[in-house]
């Protein structure tokens, strides 16, 4: 078989049956052997009866989420080809040549692409404002940003891929994210990836749809800043410790003067912040990838992993041993001072130039210390991946 046609399903007993002869229609005229496949996810209504009379084949989904539906479905599909689209009356299911086209010419993912700037066409009333001008947008950049992905559309319903794709993408979410990360797997693995045009029309239910505007688009930007430590970790920890570095390094010098401006021990305590702020959130980067590889979420790189073959947990270990004791030291010499002044008062900023960076490295040494552990931990259960890599 050709294609399969699958549509996740959940009471769309108003629109089904009108998507289901679509769907077999455009199989027919696009001159290839298809099938229809519901995915019902617990449907109360006359859906799965209706998919059975219209031609289809039901699936049923036990566990709920638009994630879990679609999974269930391309895994009992018998087509070499998928297309996946809502039952919603949304998409045309009639006109699928173009998606056909793209896959009999070798590619392993096809978007379809709604919008203006891909291409695409949006039917007056198909799309509320908030979704076209805001949340798909917003969302597209930052999956072409973070993942260059080549997608317009990142969040269209209607798209094609092989099975062999499906199962090199390893897809593991079970709600509205199951979108977003198909396309950024598909764009880290490899995958050969276009966009056709299409067209969004409106709804076709009188009800409301399931897709919750605020709560949905928050997972999707949650699920690309986790799948993405670089940017939610990595590049603002590499900024703020480097800045709060080079303030706590130039103020234990003494203050700094910018005209009618002055730079000291309060400026060198946030510096002291930043640097610390800036050193956890290094760490929760590294944390986070070695996690994301382990779920199979991330794919392993090459690089870090030798960085971190590198690093063992001794080295950490040792680091943050060095750094605690360059912390106690200084204190110890603050502590000598205020001995000699016959433990009375000290010049302020002289005293707090020494205990700042003081305490900052004492911090700094506990952070390696149990960072090392834990990394020592995440790298117990992660020991064949990093094996493979």
Same mark, same amino acid.
């Given at each position: 078989? #050709?294609?399969?046609?699958?549509?996740?399903?959940?009471?769309? @007993?108003?629109?089904?049956?009108?998507?289901?002869?679509?769907?077999?229609?455009?199989?027919? =005229? @696009?001159?290839?052997?298809?099938?229809?496949?519901?995915? #019902?996810?617990? &449907?109360?209504? #006359?859906?799965?009866?209706?998919?059975?009379?219209?031609?289809?084949?039901? +699936?049923?989904?036990?566990?709920?989420?638009? !994630?879990?539906?679609?999974?269930?479905?391309?895994?009992? @599909?018998?087509? *070499?080809?998928?297309?996946?689209? /809502?039952? /919603?009356?949304?998409? /045309?299911? =009639?006109?699928?040549?173009?998606?056909?086209?793209?896959?009999?010419?070798?590619?392993?993912?096809?978007?379809?692409?709604?919008?203006? &700037? !891909?291409?695409?066409?949006?039917?007056?009333?198909?799309?509320?404002?908030?979704?076209?001008?805001?949340?798909?947008?917003?969302?597209?950049?930052?999956?072409?940003?973070?993942?260059?992905?080549?997608?317009?559309?990142?969040?269209?319903? %209607?798209?094609?891929?092989? *099975?062999?794709?499906?199962?090199?993408?390893?897809?593991?979410?079970?709600?509205?994210?199951?979108? &977003?990360?198909?396309?950024?797997?598909?764009?880290?693995? $490899?995958? *050969?990836?276009?966009?056709?045009?299409?067209?969004?029309?409106?709804?076709?239910? =009188?009800?409301?749809?399931?897709?919750?505007?605020?709560? /949905?688009?928050?997972?999707?930007?949650?699920?690309?800043?986790?799948?993405?430590?670089?940017?939610?970790?990595?590049?603002?920890?590499?900024?703020?410790?480097?800045?709060? =570095?080079? $303030?706590?390094?130039?103020?234990?010098?003494?203050?700094?003067?910018?005209?009618?401006? +002055?730079?000291?021990? !309060?400026? %060198?305590?946030?510096?002291?912040?930043?640097?610390?702020?800036?050193?956890?959130?290094?760490?929760?980067? +590294?944390?986070?990838?070695?996690?994301?590889?382990?779920?199979?979420?991330?794919?392993?790189?090459?690089?870090?992993?030798?960085?971190? #073959? @590198?690093?063992?947990?001794?080295?950490?270990?040792?680091?943050?041993?060095?750094?605690?004791?360059?912390?106690?030291?200084?204190?110890?010499?603050?502590?000598?001072?205020?001995?000699?002044?016959?433990?009375?008062?000290?010049?302020?900023?002289?005293?707090?130039?020494?205990?700042?960076?003081?305490?900052?490295?004492?911090?700094?040494?506990?952070?390696?210390?149990?960072?090392?552990?834990?990394?020592? +931990?995440?790298?117990?259960?992660?020991?064949?991946?990093?094996?493979?890599?």
């Amino acid at each position: 078989m #050709d294609l399969t046609i699958v549509m996740p399903c959940l009471n769309e @007993a108003e629109t089904l049956a009108t998507c289901i002869r679509k769907a077999l229609l455009g199989i027919q =005229s @696009a001159g290839i052997t298809g099938e229809v496949v519901i995915a #019902d996810n617990g &449907s109360t209504d #006359d859906s799965r009866e209706i998919a059975t009379r219209e031609g289809a084949r039901v +699936v049923s989904i036990q566990h709920k989420g638009y !994630g879990n539906a679609l999974r269930g479905g391309i895994e009992a @599909a018998e087509g *070499k080809w998928i297309l996946m689209g /809502d039952a /919603d009356d949304s998409y /045309d299911f =009639s006109n699928i040549s173009a998606f056909v086209n793209m896959l009999q010419q070798g590619h392993d993912l096809v978007m379809g692409c709604r919008m203006p &700037s !891909g291409g695409g066409t949006v039917s007056p009333g198909a799309m509320p404002w908030k979704h076209r001008w805001i949340g798909n947008p917003v969302l597209t950049f930052i999956g072409r940003l973070f993942f260059k992905a080549p997608a317009h559309d990142f969040h269209c319903g %209607m798209r094609g891929f092989t *099975k062999e794709a499906y199962t090199r993408m390893e897809l593991r979410t079970t709600g509205m994210e199951f979108a &977003s990360e198909m396309v950024i797997k598909a764009t880290l693995t $490899g995958l *050969k990836i276009t966009e056709v045009p299409i067209t969004l029309y409106p709804d076709g239910r =009188s009800r409301a749809p399931h897709l919750r505007s605020w709560r /949905d688009g928050w997972r999707h930007l949650r699920f690309m800043l986790l799948f993405s430590p670089r940017w939610l970790f990595l590049f603002p920890g590499i900024l703020v410790s480097l800045i709060g =570095s080079i $303030g706590l390094g130039a103020l234990a010098l003494g203050n700094m003067i910018f005209g009618r401006v +002055v730079l000291d021990v !309060g400026t %060198m305590m946030v510096s002291s912040m930043m640097l610390l702020l800036g050193t956890q959130l290094l760490w929760l980067a +590294v944390f986070t990838r070695e996690f994301g590889v382990a779920e199979g979420l991330l794919r392993p790189n090459q690089r870090l992993r030798k960085i971190l #073959d @590198a690093f063992s947990l001794e080295w950490g270990l040792a680091l943050g041993m060095l750094m605690a004791l360059a912390g106690l030291g200084l204190l110890g010499w603050a502590f000598l001072d205020w001995e000699h002044a016959g433990f009375q008062g000290l010049s302020y900023g002289t005293n707090l130039r020494r205990i700042i960076p003081a305490s900052t490295l004492i911090v700094l040494g506990v952070q390696f210390l149990f960072g090392s552990f834990f990394l020592g +931990v995440l790298g117990l259960r992660t020991v064949n991946h990093n094996r493979e890599t």
